[in-house]
């Protein structure tokens, strides 16, 4: 148990200085922004219309239920859940990084979406469809194998009041968005 914990520490410690301060300057612009070009077989792929219907897009939604507002009164906070910083830092994308940008159109009801996995988008967002590579120094990350697991465990831990224990192969396939 104890070295769970402390695995999850190291493990919080280190996605925080990736996934979580890599964005530099870059503000998040929402997923809706990714859904023109990955919403097409043809042209970015399914990512979006997959996203769409799974457990991520729905997690601000979340919040806003009479079962999150009670989670979050017997936690002892005052707010609403759908108010509160503590529970919105894992249910919405950027909401966890200090100092994160948000551009005019981003729309905390969409949960975690794209960019909370793959990175603030406003300058790699019209920029990596022709150059994946070049867009990786504007901030792009597609994270495979330990480096997806540790950032999946930045919420999936057991500072999450609901925590289920976290199986990442079974739990990376059911999001699995790459086709
Ligand atoms: C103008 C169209 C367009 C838009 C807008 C767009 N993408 Fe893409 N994206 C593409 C195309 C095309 C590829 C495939 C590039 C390739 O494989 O060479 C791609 C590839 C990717 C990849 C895979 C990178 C890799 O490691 O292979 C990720 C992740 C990604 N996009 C995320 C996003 C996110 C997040 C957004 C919204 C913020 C977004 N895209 C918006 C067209 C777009
Ligand atoms: C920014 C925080 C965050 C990150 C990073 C994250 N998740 Fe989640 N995930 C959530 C939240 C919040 C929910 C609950 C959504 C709901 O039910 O409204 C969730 C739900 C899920 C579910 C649905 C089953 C369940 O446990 O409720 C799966 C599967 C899942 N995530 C897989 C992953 C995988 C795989 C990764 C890493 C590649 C990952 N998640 C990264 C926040 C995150
Ligand atoms: C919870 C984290 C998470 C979210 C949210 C998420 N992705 Fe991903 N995405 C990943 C991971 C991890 C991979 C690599 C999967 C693998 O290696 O099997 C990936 C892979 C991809 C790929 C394929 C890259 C390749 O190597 O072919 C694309 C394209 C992509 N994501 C786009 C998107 C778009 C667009 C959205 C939003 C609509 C999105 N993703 C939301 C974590 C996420
Ligand atoms: C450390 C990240 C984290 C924090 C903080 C967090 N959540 Fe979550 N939440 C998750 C994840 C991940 C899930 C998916 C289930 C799990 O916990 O494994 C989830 C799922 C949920 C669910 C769905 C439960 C279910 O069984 O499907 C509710 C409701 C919820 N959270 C409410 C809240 C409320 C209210 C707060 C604030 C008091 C909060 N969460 C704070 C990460 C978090």
Partial sequence: ?????????????????????????????????CKACHSNAKMGGTAYK??????????????????????????GFSTKAAETDNCLSCHVTGMMEKGAKF??????????GCEACHGAASAYAKKHAKDVEGAKKLGLETPKDKDAEKLCLTC???????????????QLKQIDHSK
């Fill in 50 to 75: 997959t996203w769409e219907k799974g457990p991520h897009a729905k997690a601000f939604k979340t919040l806003q239920t009479a079962e999150a507002d009670k989670i979050a009164k017997e936690k």
């Fill in 156 to 170: 999936h831990n057991e500072k999450s009041p609901t925590y289920k224990k976290f199986d990442f192969a079974k």
């Fill in 103 to 112: 551009d005019k159109k981003f729309d905390k009801t969409e949960g975690v």
């Fill in 1 to 33: 148990m104890k070295n769970a914990a402390l695995f999850i520490a190291i493990a919080l410690a280190f996605t925080s200085l990736t996934a979580f301060t890599f964005s530099g300057s870059n503000e998040y612009i929402g997923s809706k922004s």
